[in-house]
C-alpha cells in the first residue's frame, strides 16, 4: 500500500490528508512537533482574550483521526532522504516514504537583531507562542509593557490581544504609516487612527536597534535605532513578517529559494516531492500573487488540489482571483481583486476611487482600469461584502460603473449599506467630474 508522508499538521498539510483519504484507501501519516491534533491558527488570539478555550480551536473530534485512518505522529524532521526515500525524525528515528509533502508552514521573521533571542522576545504564530505569551504576559503586573516590533496583521492581532489584559503596548513600525505597502494611503491614514484611538502607543517610521536583558537573561527594554531612546518592558512581539519553515531541508537536494520551489502541480524537482501551503514557492508567479502565499485559504485550496494529484487525477493548483478578510481591532477588512497601494506592483493605467465616513471608521477603494474602465477590486472597512458576488464580477471583467451603482447586491446587509449608498455614488460621479 502507498505511504503518504506529510510533514506538518496545518490547515494545508490536513486538508490534504482529508482528501486524499476521501479519494483512496493510501496509508497515511503526519508528522508535526507543533501540537498532537490540527487546530485553526487563526483563532489562537481568542483563546487568549477568553472568547473562546484551546480546544475549541480544533475542528475534529479526537477519535476522527483514528476512524479516517489518518496516523498522526508527533516529532520532528531533521533530515530528507530523497535517494533512500526516508526522514529522519528527533535525529535518532528513521521513517520511510512513497510519496512525501512538505507543508511545514512559516516561523517569524528575525533580522539579527541583537538580544533578538532573549526570554521574554517571541512571535505569534504556533501554538508555542501563545503558551510563551501566557506565560510572559498574564496579566498587567507581570508585563507592565510589552513592545511590539513589525507592523502588519499578526502584530495588530498581538497588540489587540494584550490590550485586552490592559497590558501598555508600543508599537514600533518602520513605515511611515501602518500598512502601507500594501493599504492605499487613505485607508493606511484611516488605521493609524483607529490604533491610537484603542490607546496604542503607535510609532511610525521607528525601527529596533537592539533588545537589553536584565540580569537573568530576559528582555527589560528595547532600544530605538533612530534616536536612541529606551523603551522599558517585559515583553518583545517579533512580529516583522513570516518565512518558510524549511531550515531543515537545506543539504536535502530538494530546490529551495525562500520556499521550497514547486510547479503549477506543487511538484519539487524531486520525484514523489511536493510542498503546500505558506512554504511552498511557485517558480513563477501566478498572475498578481506573490510566489509565496502566507494565506490560510490558499493553504487549504493546495492541500486539496494536491490530493488530486497524488489521487491519480494531475490538476493544477489555480487559485482564481485574490481575496482576503482581516480584522483591525474592531474593523472588519476585506479585499477581493486587486488593490495596489503603490509602487512596481500597481500599474499606470490603475486608479481608485476612495471614499470615507465622515465620522465612522468605514471606507471603501476601488480599483479600475481609467482607460477601459474595467473593475480591478476592491477594498473594504467596516461594510461586509459578499465574496461571490465580486468573484463573478471579476470574471465577467464588469466596468467600474456598473460595480458602484450595483454596490448594494455585493452587500452582506443592503440595510445597513443603504445609509451609506447615496454618499458612496455622491463621491463617485464628483470624482468622475474633476477627474
Not at 507592523?151 to 503596548?169: C, D, F, K, T
Not at 493606511?188 to 540580569?215: F, G, P, Q, V
Not at 509602487?343 to 476601488?366: L, N, Q, S
Amino acid at each position: 500500500m502507498e505511504h503518504i508522508v506529510i510533514i506538518g499538521n496545518g490547515i494545508s498539510g490536513i486538508s490534504l490528508a482529508r482528501h486524499v483519504r476521501k479519494n483512496s484507501d493510501k496509508k497515511i501519516t503526519v508528522i508535526s512537533a507543533e501540537t498532537d491534533y490540527f487546530f485553526s491558527r487563526t483563532a489562537l488570539m481568542y483563546v487568549y482574550m477568553g472568547h473562546m478555550k484551546f480546544e475549541h480551536t480544533q475542528p475534529y473530534e479526537n477519535w476522527f483521526w483514528k476512524k479516517n485512518r489518518i496516523d498522526l505522529l508527533k516529532g520532528f524532521v531533521t533530515k530528507v532522504d530523497h535517494e533512500n526515500k526516508t526522514l529522519l525524525l528527533n535525529n535518532s528515528k528513521s521513517f520511510s516514504y512513497d510519496k512525501l509533502v512538505i507543508a511545514t508552514g512559516s516561523k517569524p521573521n528575525k533580522f539579527g537583531w541583537p538580544g533578538q533571542d532573549l526570554k521574554g522576545v517571541q512571535g505569534l504564530y504556533s501554538k508555542q507562542d501563545l503558551d510563551d505569551l501566557e506565560a510572559n504576559a498574564p496579566n498587567n503586573k507581570v508585563c507592565k509593557r510589552a513592545v511590539i516590533v513589525g507592523g502588519g496583521l499578526i502584530g495588530i492581532e498581538m497588540a489587540e490581544m494584550l490590550r485586552s489584559r490592559n497590558i501598555p503596548v508600543t508599537f514600533l513600525v518602520r513605515e511611515d504609516s501602518f500598512w502601507n505597502g500594501v493599504l492605499p494611503s487613505g485607508e493606511s491614514k484611516m488605521i493609524n487612527e483607529h490604533i491610537l484611538e484603542h490607546h496604542i502607543d503607535l510609532r511610525l517610521s521607528t525601527n529596533l536597534d537592539k533588545i537589553l536583558a536584565d540580569e537573568n537573561g530576559k528582555a527589560r527594554a528595547v532600544v530605538i535605532k533612530e534616536t536612541g531612546e529606551e523603551i522599558a518592558c517585559d515583553v518583545v512581539g517579533l512580529t516583522a513578517g513570516v518565512s518558510p519553515n524549511i531550515d531543515f531541508l537545506k543539504d536535502s537536494g530538494i530546490e529551495l529559494s525562500r520556499g521550497v520551489k514547486v510547479n503549477r502541480f506543487l511538484e519539487t524537482n524531486i520525484k514523489d516531492i511536493y510542498a503546500i501551503g505558506d512554504c511552498a514557492e511557485q517558480h513563477e508567479a501566478i498572475g498578481s500573487r506573490r510566489p509565496i502565499e502566507a494565506v490560510w485559504y490558499t493553504g487549504r485550496m493546495m492541500g486539496e488540489t494536491l490530493a488530486q494529484t497524488i489521487c491519480g487525477n494531475p490538476t493544477e493548483y489555480k487559485p482564481g482571483h485574490w481575496f482576503n478578510s482581516a480584522k483591525f481591532l474592531d474593523i472588519e477588512y476585506q479585499t477581493y481583486g486587486w488593490v495596489f497601494a503603490g509602487g512596481p506592483a500597481r500599474k499606470e493605467y490603475e486608479e481608485h476611487f476612495h471614499w470615507r465616513h465622515p465620522k465612522e471608521k468605514i471606507c471603501v477603494t476601488i480599483a479600475f482600469n481609467k482607460d477601459t474602465k474595467e473593475f480591478l477590486g476592491i477594498n473594504t472597512f467596516g461594510i461586509r461584502m459578499r465574496h461571490e458576488v465580486f468573484d463573478r464580477w471579476l470574471t465577467e471583467k464588469q466596468d467600474v460603473d456598473y460595480v458602484i451603482n450595483n454596490l448594494e447586491k455585493a452587500n452582506f446587509d443592503p440595510e445597513f449599506y443603504k445609509h451609506f449608498e447615496k454618499d458612496i455614488l455622491s463621491a463617485y460621479k464628483n470624482n468622475l467630474q474633476t477627474a
